[in-house]
């Protein structure tokens, strides 16, 4: 005798939320994260201090030295993802209505995270600089942000050249170059920095160096003379993140400096409504960021190759 | 003037031929000498990861470490080529590398190139792959000092 087999007519569904972005914020490891609510971000600098004069018996006056400000203006700019389905199309797939706030949201915060690393990646570009000129206060005419001679004390006695532009393909000795020319590197007014030192480098890194990068900055010995690995105290944060122009590319942050960053002004916040003739469901993430460049370079090296 | 100093230097060079070494020249300790101050002043002058005498002016630079496994040192190769650098020959002093291998292209196919990779950010941003970050975003920059300097009373 036929029996009914009621496991063959019932159905059951399991919808997994799938796709998700990883480490979305990972900028925040590589930046500090500006939060202030304005309609425009103003980042000022000023070159200020140098070398001291020394004031002995003989001294009756001291010179006054030059400075310079710079600001760099940041304008709020607006974001805004969104989806509309017709209303009777989620009867049938309804996990797609439970799903959508959670994957607009993770969709939301990896925008915030490219749109950190693409500004990471227009720093090699010709003009980039916001203190490109050829005055006192500035780094020389047409300058990127990363740049080979970027000038200090420009038109004064004195004046010199940075260089926070690496074109070597990454590896242990790279990686201390980049090192040696943070510590090197001299403020506008001529003083030696002595940046990268106090265990706050963030290494940025495309996928197909990634694994070089955690062995080279995790690793308890160093090179083939197994020495201690130095660099383990000074790089905190191994970063990688697929570059888009050239996955070669490689940086290295000094987050306690900062000199770029993200602002959040509007965090991402997520709306699932149904538009008002009811036919139709909207689903949308919107915030407020924006990439932000300090009007000095100080606290970053990068590497590329043209 | 002490024992030594007074020893002439044929005694000093026949002293060392007997613990079983030859002390190096006048000439060729001059010469040495010669070389290293000028290295060192050309050294001192560079940055770490700079290629000693190459103008950057007249070439753009790439620089491999050969301490990097063999797969890697390859795979640069093959992508600097690609990008129309030549290998340098010989072994051009890097600062701060034991062992590089240098590859140069003029500098002006790298800037033509520089803008090449300028012009297709611009595209990957209207084609929506990049973020308007990538061309600076709403960012402009301005100058309220220099204040030059003027004596203090």
Same mark, same amino acid.
């Given at each position: 005798?036929?029996?009914?087999?009621?496991?063959?007519?019932?159905?059951?569904?399991?919808?997994?939320?799938?796709?998700?972005?990883?480490?979305?914020?990972?900028?925040?490891?590589?930046?500090?994260?500006?939060?202030?609510?304005?309609?425009?971000?103003?980042?000022?600098?000023?070159?200020?201090?140098?070398?001291?004069?020394?004031?002995?018996?003989?001294?009756?006056?001291?010179?006054?030295?030059?400075?310079?400000?710079?600001?760099?203006?940041?304008?709020?700019?607006?974001?805004?993802?969104?989806?509309?389905?017709?209303?009777?199309?989620?009867?049938? &797939?309804?996990? $797609? !209505? *439970?799903? #959508?706030? @959670?994957? %607009?949201? /993770?969709?939301?915060? =990896?925008?915030?995270?490219?749109?950190?690393?693409?500004?990471?990646?227009?720093?090699?570009?010709?003009?980039?600089?916001?203190?490109?000129?050829?005055?006192?206060?500035?780094?020389?005419?047409?300058?990127?942000?990363?740049?080979?001679?970027?000038?200090?004390?420009?038109?004064?006695?004195?004046?010199?050249?940075?260089?926070?532009?690496?074109?070597?393909?990454? &590896?242990?000795? $790279? !990686? *201390?170059? #980049?090192? @040696?020319? %943070?510590? /090197?590197?001299?403020? =506008?007014?001529?003083?030696?920095?002595?940046?990268?030192?106090?265990?706050?480098?963030?290494?940025?890194?495309?996928?197909?160096?990634?694994?070089?990068?955690?062995?080279?900055?995790?690793?308890?010995?160093?090179?083939?003379?197994?020495?201690?690995?130095?660099?383990?105290?000074?790089?905190?944060?191994?970063?990688?993140?697929?570059?888009?122009?050239?996955?070669?590319?490689?940086?290295?942050? *000094?987050? #306690?400096?900062?000199?770029?960053?993200?602002?959040?002004?509007?965090?991402?916040?997520?709306?699932?409504?149904?538009?008002?003739?009811?036919?139709?469901?909207?689903?949308?993430?919107?915030?407020?960021?924006?990439?932000?460049?300090?009007?000095?370079?100080?606290?970053?090296?990068?590497?590329?190759?043209? | 003037?002490?024992?030594?100093?007074?020893?002439?230097?044929?005694?000093?060079?026949?002293?060392?031929?007997?613990?079983?070494?030859?002390?190096?020249?006048?000439?060729?300790?001059?010469?040495?000498?010669?070389?290293?101050?000028?290295?060192?002043?050309?050294?001192?002058?560079?940055?770490?990861?700079?290629?000693?005498?190459?103008?950057?002016?007249?070439?753009?630079?790439?620089?491999?470490?050969?301490?990097?496994?063999?797969?890697?040192?390859?795979?640069?190769?093959?992508?600097?080529?690609?990008?129309?650098?030549?290998?340098?020959?010989?072994?051009?002093?890097?600062?701060?590398?034991?062992?590089?291998?240098?590859?140069?292209?003029?500098?002006?196919?790298?800037?033509?190139?520089?803008?090449?990779?300028?012009?297709?950010?611009?595209?990957?941003?209207?084609?929506?792959?990049?973020?308007?970050?990538?061309?600076?975003?709403?960012?402009?920059?301005?100058?309220?000092?220099?204040?030059?300097?003027?004596?203090?009373?």
């Amino acid at each position: 005798m036929a029996t009914l087999n009621l496991e063959a007519v019932s159905r059951i569904q399991r919808a997994f939320v799938a796709g998700l972005a990883e480490d979305t914020a990972s900028y925040a490891r590589a930046c500090q994260v500006l939060n202030a609510q304005a309609g425009e971000l103003q980042l000022g600098s000023a070159a200020v201090g140098g070398l001291a004069n020394e004031i002995t018996t003989g001294t009756s006056s001291v010179s006054a030295a030059n400075m310079a400000t710079k600001t760099s203006t940041i304008s709020e700019e607006h974001y805004a993802i969104k989806h509309t389905v017709p209303a009777y199309k989620l009867i049938s &797939s309804d996990f $797609a !209505l *439970d799903q #959508a706030g @959670q994957k %607009l949201a /993770n969709a939301a915060i =990896q925008n915030i995270n490219k749109q950190f690393y693409d500004g990471l990646e227009g720093l090699f570009t010709a003009g980039s600089h916001p203190a490109k000129g050829t005055g006192v206060g500035e780094v020389g005419a047409n300058k990127a942000f990363i740049d080979s001679a970027l000038a200090y004390l420009q038109t004064e006695a004195g004046a010199g050249n940075n260089s926070n532009l690496l074109t070597a393909a990454f &590896s242990e000795t $790279a !990686l *201390d170059s #980049a090192i @040696q020319a %943070l510590q /090197n590197y001299k403020d =506008q007014r001529g003083l030696p920095l002595n940046m990268g030192m106090s265990g706050s480098l963030a290494l940025v890194v495309g996928p197909k160096n990634r694994k070089s990068a955690m062995e080279v900055v995790g690793s308890q010995l160093s090179g083939a003379d197994m020495q201690i690995n130095t660099m383990r105290g000074l790089v905190n944060e191994v970063i990688s993140f697929p570059l888009t122009t050239d996955e070669d590319d490689w940086f290295l942050i *000094d987050t #306690a400096q900062s000199p770029v960053g993200i602002w959040i002004k509007t965090a991402p916040v997520v709306e699932v409504r149904p538009s008002d003739d009811g036919l139709f469901v909207h689903m949308v993430a919107k915030w407020t960021s924006a990439f932000y460049k300090k009007p000095y370079e100080f606290g970053i090296v990068g590497s590329n190759v043209a | 003037m002490t024992e030594s100093k007074r020893r002439s230097t044929k005694t000093r060079a026949a002293d060392a031929g007997a613990q079983g070494f030859t002390l190096p020249s006048a000439d060729k300790l001059a010469a040495a000498r010669e070389k290293a101050t000028t290295r060192r002043h050309v050294e001192q002058q560079a940055q770490a990861g700079q290629v000693i005498g190459i103008d950057p002016a007249e070439f753009a630079t790439a620089i491999l470490d050969l301490r990097l496994p063999r797969l890697k040192q390859e795979y640069y190769r093959e992508r600097w080529s690609l990008k129309g650098y030549v290998k340098i020959e010989g072994e051009p002093l890097v600062v701060g590398y034991d062992r590089a291998e240098v590859w140069v292209k003029r500098r002006e196919d790298a800037d033509a190139d520089a803008a090449r990779r300028r012009q297709s950010i611009e595209d990957m941003v209207a084609s929506g792959r990049m973020h308007r970050s990538a061309l600076g975003g709403r960012q402009f920059t301005k100058q309220a000092l220099p204040q030059r300097r003027t004596e203090i009373i």
